[in-house]
């Protein structure tokens, strides 16, 4: 009875404050643990409300207060529906009465903590009544009673709450119940946050008060999601019914008041709400008039503060105001920017503040990225004004010394760094050299022979200075180097300039040719930035995706007067640097390989290629060059991309595959020494392992290659039937030893993918059959291994998962590749499919949904596979234990429920086909049925396959469904099966 609830809510309080006591007290690492044990029970306990309500109520220690707040918190979205309508009123009231009388006591964590509990409880009873919608009338309340932080910190907190999707709710609850509040309350909230900002009467006043404006204007107006870790804003989306607080000029004269007169953080949130002010949408203004209006105060505020310095000396707030900046261009054309009384003004302190930025560059920060795009934005659209101004011939003449400027502040930056070893310089850093180059590039160009004789006279100094400091000389010419390989690739399709591009162009190229005899010897810092400038160069003037191919020649030197010229100097360099790479030189590695596999893929460049001697030796002694790729077990991984390359380029070479035996005879001796090893027992000898890893990274690269139906005969002829044999002894012997079976099994993956229609075999063949048998016999000798395999949970992923994926992977692309006639199978009593089948069905079943859920590549594989099962091969999955069923029927609820869109997608047409065989099957007569034992399983399914289909319609009716016709697409076939229950 509710005695004996009582009394046990109140012991289990009195164990979880005793519980919380040794938690927060100097206790052992296994008291500790003990203690959080308990807490967790309690907290999974039904009654969880009532026992943290009766702790809040007993006025117990601050500690323990908190930590009930967070376990009813976290509670309330289980258990709000198992309270009834006055259980939640009263649990509702209570904590806003103990909030009011308790508040001035509170230290701020606990406070929130309430507030949290409080505006969850707004959250979840919203649509249900009125009664939980007077928050704001309690934040009223509360600053009544003289406790204005605590009313504007409620509201905070209400907006978060709001704004932040809960756990176990769907998204579309979350919209409705945001949008009901955006559309009833959020305008109040706002005008009540700009009322509180004019009569602050103190600095955490002023705070809550903008950041409550910050809050109410980063709100998801549209059910947009907003990363909120993205430093730049979207448009954003504010309702017409802002239309009037937004257009009062007083709105951003308000922010700019305070931050100007304000210290940080307050400053730093109103220059946010700035930011969020200028994105909002073109359309939220009544007429043009009201927009040019609002631009110009935004405008005058922004050169006001870039002029006076004061506020901008915080560093967080010369960073917001730089992204107001560019966020005022992003949303403002440069002609109606131009029209503003006060742009010139804003020019002119721009040019000061960027110049003053780009020196200080320790205390700017990333801000210069923010200016350089600001920038860059200028430049590309000063070419679309309409007509020629005062100001526009300002920005012409502003822009080539601020390019310059930057450019040598980071020459300066490298020196600065070399002397003083303590500063970390951000050029070191890939992540912010790519942000600082992302606008720079259109910058360079814009007065284009300014900057690049800039560039080539500081690349000559530098190196002239070599001798005296070859160090820094190396870091600077790499950093000008990476700087000319952006500007080659931002190069236009057309230019119609005064200026000659091609001729300048040239004098850079010239220039960094210039420097390849530095490459000799060990990998340095400028080796990949060559490589790069190299790519940019080849993507503009070689192949077929080249903007020109004549005039750019005309300015080089005779040696590089053609691009079969400059392809060959492209390959020795590659050649050079990966032949002298390290164990270490991974990044060197993968940009050489890449470039020359783009290369070797255009026909045009490829074809190019095959001409030039390097690259005829190099297919003549393919394992005499690269050396590093063979000498280094740590770079082996690339040689899938080397021989991508060199199978590729051997196959233009000999398109009719002629002289494939003698091409792969070093392969050929490779695998003959694996057979024999492994004939002899030593296969597991160290030498032959490391050969067993690179081999069959080879093998995949040169079947990735075999791209037509001629090539990937030859290369089957090839392999099969002597040569296949060694995979058997590798999966057999190393199924435990994940460096060596993962890459043979990722090359019969690519072996049996029917990519481009390759595979196609004559009528009369039985290739297709004897492929698959070998497929079955590889699948079966690993997933026998790995399904006996003990292995410690942190190896699971390394020693069984990863494998698991690639076996779906290559069974999927087996039953899905159109080359196997698989009746052949049973017909004849061959058992490979039944094998096949049956080992990865096992596999898949003795690995826990929430495994297969938790990693990505996993769940996309097995979802594959069960898709093209149900698609292709019902029939043979009714040959198998009925188990293997159910569990494939409980991995599709788990795939309609998850978040991956493909998953549920394949979960909806796999049960889709299921229910269409199981319909069909019923139709035909008793003697010609084809898979009655999949029949009988699914007719004792019938409870699974009605938990699917409310699964489907409840998401496709109530949740955010982004793929409703796949969702809706099986509701038909699983209502027909069942029909006389649906009549």
Request: hydrophobic share 45%.
């Amino acid at each position: 009875g509710p005695a004996m609830a009582e009394a046990s809510a109140t012991a289990a309080a009195q164990q979880f404050a005793a519980a919380a006591q040794v938690l927060y007290g100097n206790a052992t690492q296994d008291e500790r643990g003990e203690a959080q044990r308990q807490l967790t029970e309690i907290s999974a306990r039904d009654d969880i409300v009532a026992i943290c309500k009766s702790i809040l109520d007993s006025g117990a220690a601050a500690q323990l207060q908190f930590l009930a707040c967070s376990s009813l918190s976290a509670a309330l979205p289980k258990q709000w529906s198992k309270l009834n309508a006055q259980e939640k009123k009263q649990l509702y009231d209570g904590l806003i009465e103990d909030l009011l009388a308790r508040l001035p006591n509170f230290e701020r964590p606990l406070r929130m903590a309430f507030m949290e509990v409080i505006c969850r409880c707004v959250k979840l009873g919203w649509l249900e009544d009125d009664h939980f919608r007077n928050v704001v009338d309690v934040s009223k309340r509360i600053a009544s009673n003289g406790m204005r932080v605590g009313a504007l910190e409620l509201l905070c907190a209400m907006l978060d709450e709001l704004n932040r999707h809960m756990p176990g709710r769907t998204l579309t609850q979350h919209r409705r119940i945001s949008s009901a509040f955006r559309d009833s309350s959020l305008l109040d909230v706002f005008q009540l946050g700009l009322q509180s900002i004019q009569s602050a009467s103190s600095n955490d006043d002023l705070y809550q008060s903008v950041d409550l404006c910050r809050k109410a204007l980063s709100y998801d107006f549209i059910g947009a999601s907003v990363d909120d870790t993205a430093d730049d804003v979207g448009t954003v989306q504010l309702p017409s019914s802002w239309r009037a607080v937004v257009s009062d000029q007083a709105t951003p004269q308000l922010f700019f008041s305070v931050f100007s007169r304000a210290a940080p953080p307050t400053s730093t949130a109103a220059a946010e709400c700035l930011v969020y002010l200028v994105a909002a949408r073109r359309s939220i203004f009544g007429s043009d008039r009201d927009r040019a209006a609002f631009l110009a105060i935004m405008l005058s505020g922004i050169a006001t503060v870039l002029e006076e310095k004061k506020s901008i000396a915080d560093q967080n707030n010369f960073h917001i105001i730089c992204r107001l900046m560019m966020r005022l261009k992003s949303n403002y054309q440069l002609q109606d920017l131009i029209e503003v009384e006060a742009f010139p003004r804003f020019v002119s302190a721009l040019v000061s503040t960027s110049q003053s930025a780009f020196q200080a560059w320790q205390w700017s920060g990333t801000a210069s990225h923010y200016l350089l795009i600001l920038w860059s934005k200028l430049v590309i659209s000063l070419k679309y004004l309409k007509k020629e101004s005062d100001t526009s011939r300002q920005l012409n003449v502003s822009i080539p010394p601020i390019v310059e400027l930057y450019i040598t502040s980071r020459l300066r930056m490298l020196e600065e760094c070399a002397v003083n070893e303590s500063l970390e310089c951000p050029l070191h850093d890939e992540a912010q050299l790519v942000e600082q180059l992302e606008g720079l590039p259109t910058l360079c160009r814009h007065k284009y022979s300014r900057s690049a004789a800039l560039i080539v006279s500081s690349l000559r100094e530098c190196v002239a200075r070599g001798s005296a400091s070859p160090e820094l000389a190396v870091e600077q010419v790499a950093w000008l180097v990476r700087v000319a390989a952006e500007i080659m690739a931002a190069r236009a399709p057309q230019h119609h300039g005064e200026e000659d591009e091609d001729a300048i162009d040239a004098q850079l190229c010239i220039a960094v040719f210039e420097l390849l005899p530095q490459l000799r010897g060990a990998v340095t810092p400028l080796t990949v930035p060559i490589l790069r400038f190299l790519d940019a160069f080849r993507k503009s003037f070689i192949g077929t995706t080249a903007t020109s191919h004549a005039r750019v020649y005309q300015h080089l030197p005779v040696e590089l007067g053609t691009p079969s010229a400059v392809l060959q100097v492209i390959v020795e360099v590659i050649e050079r640097v990966v032949g002298s790479a390290g164990a270490d030189d991974d990044e060197v590695v993968s940009v050489a390989l890449e470039m020359l596999l783009e290369t070797a893929a255009g026909y045009a460049s490829g074809m190019a290629l095959v001409e030039i001697a390097a690259v005829k030796q190099l297919l003549a002694e393919h394992q005499q060059h690269f050396r590093a790729l063979f000498q280094y077990p740590e770079l082996y991984r690339y040689r899938t991309i080397y021989y991508h390359v060199v199978g590729r380029l051997h196959l233009l070479q000999d398109p009719m595959a002629v002289r494939m035996e003698a091409f792969l005879s070093p392969i050929d001796e490779m695998m003959r020494n694996i057979s024999q090893a492994a004939a002899q027992g030593a296969i597991k000898q160290p030498d032959v392992r490391t050969a067993c890893i690179g081999l069959f990274r080879d093998l995949r690269g040169l079947c990735e290659a075999m791209s037509n139906r001629r090539l990937y005969n030859a290369f089957f002829d090839w392999i099969y039937p002597d040569r296949i044999r060694a995979l058997h002894h590798v999966i057999q012997e190393f199924y435990d030893d994940p460096p060596v079976v993962i890459p043979a099994l990722k090359f019969l993956a690519e072996f049996v993918s029917n990519k481009s229609q390759r595979i196609v075999f004559d009528c009369s063949s039985a290739n297709g059959i004897l492929l698959f048998r070998e497929v079955s016999k590889a699948l079966t000798i690993y997933g026998m291994r790995v399904l006996s395999l003990s292995y410690a949970p942190h190896q699971a992923y390394s020693l069984r998962h990863k494998g698991v994926i690639v076996c779906l992977n290559t069974l999927t692309r087996t039953m899905s590749g159109s080359y196997v006639n698989f009746g052949v199978f049973a017909l004849y009593g061959d058992r490979a499919l039944a094998d096949a089948l049956e080992v990865v069905l096992q596999l898949v079943s003795t690995t826990s949904i929430e495994t297969i859920m938790a990693y990505p590549k996993l769940s996309r594989a097995c979802f594959r596979f069960v898709e093209v099962l149900c698609h292709n091969h019902c029939p043979a999955l009714g040959e198998r234990d009925p188990q293997h069923t159910m569990s494939i029927l409980n991995l599709l609820l788990h795939g309609l429920r998850g978040s991956d869109l493909n998953i549920s997608s394949q979960s909806a047409a796999a049960i889709d086909h299921l229910a269409t065989f199981l319909f069909n099957e019923r139709l035909r007569p008793p003697n010609r049925t084809r898979g009655s034992q999949l029949v009988a399983t699914l007719e004792r399914a019938r409870d699974s396959l009605h938990a699917l289909l409310r699964t489907l319609v409840y998401t496709a009716l109530l949740d955010e469904c982004h793929n409703q016709w796949s969702m809706t697409r099986p509701m038909l076939s699983l209502i027909l099966t069942h029909k006389e229950f649906y009549a």
